[in-house]
């Protein structure tokens, strides 16, 4: 296994009637690294933020990547991410069958990177490393954790050592689809390609695992320093689970090869979701 990349990302179900967030802020997203020359990488941290209720004070002009060693979680570098990308793109969604517009929704694509040289003879532990970015808070109407007001998140990517075999291994991560552009009615049987494509041609599998909370981004808005692994997993509320973090007939589930995710929602809400992508 070499890059894991572990998205986070919310799922609005709708039924007949427009659904009124609050409090939203940053609804999803997930890292990348590509690899430029020699030991010169590119990463890359794209958020989706709330367009129509986002607070302002979400909207960061520049984040922080901490990258650890996995063996020992020993701190490598703490890097500033700079906001990148002045046409922001804005995800306008798709009128449903349902009756519910797009204009109840709308959701602004933020990039932010840094280019960064992994020494050769620093990044070689044959474990690999992690890059981390936290931050406060998630949206207090989610229904399927508890006290999510009160719960950061955690954004990270483990990726492999950049010598292998006393020989350099230069490699990318897989990177994600753009978010779709379609949100979901009650009782529909719908399909979210949450697929990725890897620049490398290594097999990807793909998994629905456990959100991460944050350690100390439930209490500050944007930590200097991300923390260290292990980060502990969301509280789910009662009735929701790993297997089941979206409710319905069925319930929310991923193809391991395909990256589709298919739910036919029976509730109206607001769900967080965590996609895990693995590289082999």
């Given amino acids: 296994m070499k890059f894991r990349i572990l998205c986070t990302f919310f799922l609005i179900p709708f039924f007949f009637q427009p659904f009124k967030l609050k409090a939203s802020h940053i609804v999803g997203g997930g ?15 794209t958020l989706y933020y709330d367009e129509i ?7 960061d002009q520049e984040v922080f990547f901490t990258i650890y060693r996995k063996s020992d979680d020993h701190l490598m570098v703490n890097l500033t991410g700079i906001q990148v990308d002045e046409n922001q793109e804005i995800i306008n969604y798709t009128l449903l069958d349902c009756g519910i517009g797009g204009e109840s929704v709308r959701t602004r694509v933020l990039l932010y990177q840094k ?16 890059v981390v970015w936290e931050r406060c808070c998630r949206n207090q109407v989610i229904l399927n954790i508890q006290v999510p007001v009160n719960v950061g998140q955690t954004f990270m990517m483990e990726f492999p050592p950049v010598v292998k075999n006393s020989q350099p291994f230069q490699n990318s991560s897989p990177v994600f689809r753009p978010v779709p ?34 350690k100390s981004a439930a209490v500050q808005f944007q930590p ?14 009662s009735g929701f689970s790993t297997t089941a973090q979206i409710p319905g007939n069925p319930s929310l589930s991923i193809n ?11 509730m109206l809400g607001l769900f967080v979701f965590s996609v895990r992508c693995s590289e082999y």
Avoid: R
């Avoid at 209720?53 to 909207?59: E, H, K, Q, R």
């Avoid at 280019?115 to 992690?130: A, C, F, H, K, T």
């Fill in 181 to 214: 552009n379609t949100l979901f009615c009650i009782g529909q049987l719908s399909g979210i390609d949450f697929s990725a494509s890897d620049a490398d041609g290594d097999s990807l599998v793909f998994d629905l695992v456990d959100p991460i909370q944050s």
């Fill in 31 to 45: 890292f990348k690294m590509t690899h430029l020359e020699n030991f010169l990488y590119t990463l890359q941290l």
């Fill in 256 to 266: 391991p090869k395909t990256g589709i995710m298919t739910v036919k929602p029976n």
């Fill in 115 to 130: 280019n960064v040289i992994l020494e050769q003879e620093v990044y070689n532990d044959p474990q690999g490393y992690y």
């Fill in 53 to 59: 209720n986002g607070s302002p004070v979400a909207f």
């Fill in 224 to 237: 200097a320093i991300g923390s260290p692994a292990p980060f502990p997993s969301v509280d789910w509320e």
